[in-house]
């Protein structure tokens, strides 16, 4: 199975992330056109600033470690915003029911972090309905989730290969993490790990399946593709919504 971040069409974009306080060779790439941008900040020696009304979303008590996740999550969003041509003075805020990130007016996207690197997508709201987008660490999660996240269906395919099982759960979970980050705000009820099925659609994607009860807010799973890439001991997922014709 080919899982390594491969080179897509926005490579040449790509190249000129800004990463902490110097350039770096990204460690994925995006698999869509450059209507949709994808950001990577890393820690670096600096903290990265946050606009005034984003740093007021953290409370007083926030954690050190939660203030570098929210402010290296906030530049890997500017920085995908700035791909689009927006302002650094648009602020990423926060939906008020949730922790979902707000956008500037016009655009949509998903922040992830974890540890010390953090990305997001952003598109204009013409080109995508939702987006979501999830990091995780390979050798993080050790304790077996797949009951808990997985249909009957996506066992099978998890156990079908014995060395790769732990891999495959773990590819799973992040890809519903951000197809999580794609759909939930489309959806007026809560959609479950149990609610869709994610099936290969080949060796870097699945095809969503939504359970009968949400058919009618989400398109089919032929417009519904999560791709994901894994590199340098990192999952990346990434989940578009493409606009109603
Ligand atoms: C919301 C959730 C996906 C966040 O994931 P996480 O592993 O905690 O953290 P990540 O680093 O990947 O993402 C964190 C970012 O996600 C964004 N986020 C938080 N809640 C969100 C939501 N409801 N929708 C979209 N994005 C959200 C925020 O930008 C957050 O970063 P910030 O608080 O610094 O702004 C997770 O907490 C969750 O609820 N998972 C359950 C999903 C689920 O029920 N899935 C069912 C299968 S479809």
Same mark, same amino acid.
């Given at each position: 199975?080919?899982?390594?971040? @491969?080179?897509? !069409?926005?490579?040449?974009?790509?190249?000129?992330?800004? !990463?902490?306080?110097?350039?770096?060779?990204?460690?994925?790439? =995006?698999?869509?056109?450059?209507?949709?941008?994808?950001?990577?900040? /890393?820690?670096?020696?600096?903290?990265?600033?946050?606009?005034?009304?984003?740093?007021?979303?953290?409370?007083? @008590?926030?954690?050190?470690? /939660? /203030?570098?996740? +929210? @402010?290296?999550?906030?530049?890997?969003?500017?920085?995908?915003?700035?791909?689009?041509?927006? @302002?650094?003075?648009?602020?990423?805020?926060? &939906?008020?029911?949730?922790?979902?990130?707000?956008?500037?007016?016009? +655009?949509?996207?998903?922040?992830?972090?974890?540890?010390?690197?953090?990305?997001?997508?952003?598109?204009? *709201?013409?080109?995508?309905?939702?987006?979501?987008?999830?990091?995780?660490?390979?050798?993080?999660?050790?304790?077996?989730? *797949?009951?808990?996240?997985?249909?009957?269906?996506?066992?099978?395919?998890?156990?079908?290969?014995?060395?790769?099982?732990?891999?495959?759960?773990?590819?799973?979970? *992040?890809?519903?993490?951000?197809?999580?980050?794609?759909? =939930?705000?489309?959806?007026?009820?809560?959609?479950? +790990?149990?609610?869709?099925?994610?099936?290969?659609?080949?060796?870097?994607?699945?095809?969503?399946?939504?359970?009968?009860? +949400?058919?009618?807010?989400?398109?089919?799973?032929?417009?519904?593709?999560?791709?994901?890439?894994?590199?340098?001991?990192?999952?990346?997922?990434?989940?578009? &919504?493409?606009?109603?014709?």
């Amino acid at each position: 199975m080919d899982v390594h971040g @491969s080179p897509g !069409v926005n490579q040449q974009l790509q190249k000129d992330i800004r !990463v902490g306080n110097m350039y770096s060779t990204p460690m994925f790439y =995006s698999p869509y056109g450059p209507e949709i941008a994808l950001a990577e900040t /890393r820690l670096s020696g600096e903290p990265h600033a946050l606009l005034p009304e984003e740093a007021a979303l953290l409370p007083s @008590s926030a954690s050190p470690l /939660r /203030r570098v996740e +929210f @402010s290296i999550g906030r530049a890997a969003a500017h920085s995908a915003l700035a791909q689009l041509g927006v @302002s650094p003075s648009a602020a990423v805020l926060r &939906v008020p029911e949730s922790r979902a990130p707000l956008w500037p007016g016009g +655009f949509i996207g998903s922040i992830t972090h974890k540890s010390e690197r953090a990305y997001a997508l952003a598109a204009d *709201s013409t080109h995508a309905r939702g987006l979501g987008i999830d990091l995780e660490m390979v050798n993080d999660r050790h304790i077996d989730i *797949s009951k808990r996240i997985a249909t009957a269906e996506e066992i099978t395919w998890i156990e079908q290969s014995p060395k790769l099982k732990s891999l495959r759960m773990l590819l799973l979970f *992040s890809a519903k993490e951000s197809f999580y980050k794609a759909v =939930s705000p489309l959806l007026t009820d809560h959609i479950g +790990f149990h609610d869709v099925t994610l099936l290969p659609r080949d060796e870097s994607s699945f095809r969503a399946h939504v359970s009968q009860r +949400f058919l009618g807010q989400l398109p089919s799973a032929e417009e519904i593709t999560i791709h994901y890439a894994i590199d340098q001991g990192y999952i990346l997922s990434m989940c578009r &919504v493409l606009p109603l014709d």
